[in-house]
T-cell receptor, first 115, second 112 residues
């Protein structure tokens, strides 16, 4: 069974469109994350969600919005897509509160290409 | 979170031990050292973590110096599948923000 899954794996779209990437984890974790990896391979945190509450929100444009229908899902919605949004987006999950233990499980990534 | 410094790249012969260094001279007393790796086109994978004692699991060993200003990840018998970018991350105790800050990492190439 896949621990953290993302759909779609590849997403090609035009500038200005609105798109969503879905993420699901079956690990029973209470915290989920979205990371962006750009063309230079830098991996940066975008959001983390704990118990349906946004607990961290890095300086990302408000065109990006995480939505969590339940503890097992954290979807990423992107409005008005721009060329610079092209990247690989990774979802991850972990169990918050285990002091000193920060093992995050990552999904396979979604490669977004904006034309 | 303390900043980490790693070599950009390293090579290792297949079957030999791979020793990946990391400097974290500004680490504070309650910060842990984590190692993740990212194999090409995959999501990052947790390897190991430690505070001040050396740690070992089925994947690797982590050696932390006594002053905690540096550490070394050891893959005892590197295989071709260990070719990846290895990230050393220093992270404090969980206080509510649970994010990881990835640096540039070390690109390890295991050579046949």
């Amino acid at each position: 069974d896949t621990a953290v899954s993302q759909t779609p794996k590849y997403l090609v779209t035009q500038m200005g469109n609105d798109k969503s990437i879905k993420c699901e984890q079956n690990l029973g974790h209470d915290t989920m994350y979205w990371y962006k990896q750009d063309s230079k391979k830098f991996l940066k945190i975008m959001f983390s969600y704990n118990n349906k509450e946004l607990i961290i929100n890095e300086t990302v444009p408000n065109r990006f919005s995480p939505k969590s229908p339940d503890k097992a899902h954290l979807n990423l919605h992107i409005n008005s897509l721009e060329l610079g949004d092209s990247a690989v987006y990774f979802c991850a999950s972990s169990q918050l509160g285990r002091v000193g233990y920060n093992e995050q499980f990552f999904g396979p990534g979604t490669r977004l290409t904006v034309l | 979170d303390a900043k980490t410094t790693q070599p950009t790249s390293m090579d290792c012969a297949e079957g030999r031990a791979a020793n990946l260094p990391c400097n974290h001279s500004t680490i504070s007393g309650n910060e842990y050292v984590y190692w993740y790796r990212q194999i090409h086109s995959q999501g990052p994978q947790y390897i190991i973590h430690g505070l001040k004692n050396n740690e070992t699991n089925e994947m690797a060993s982590l050696i932390i110096t006594e002053d905690r200003k540096s550490s070394t990840l050891i893959l005892p018998h590197a295989t071709l599948r260990d070719t990846a970018v290895y990230y050393c991350i220093v992270r404090g105790r969980i206080t509510g923000a649970n994010n990881l800050f990835f640096g540039t990492g070390t690109r390890l190439t295991v050579i046949p």
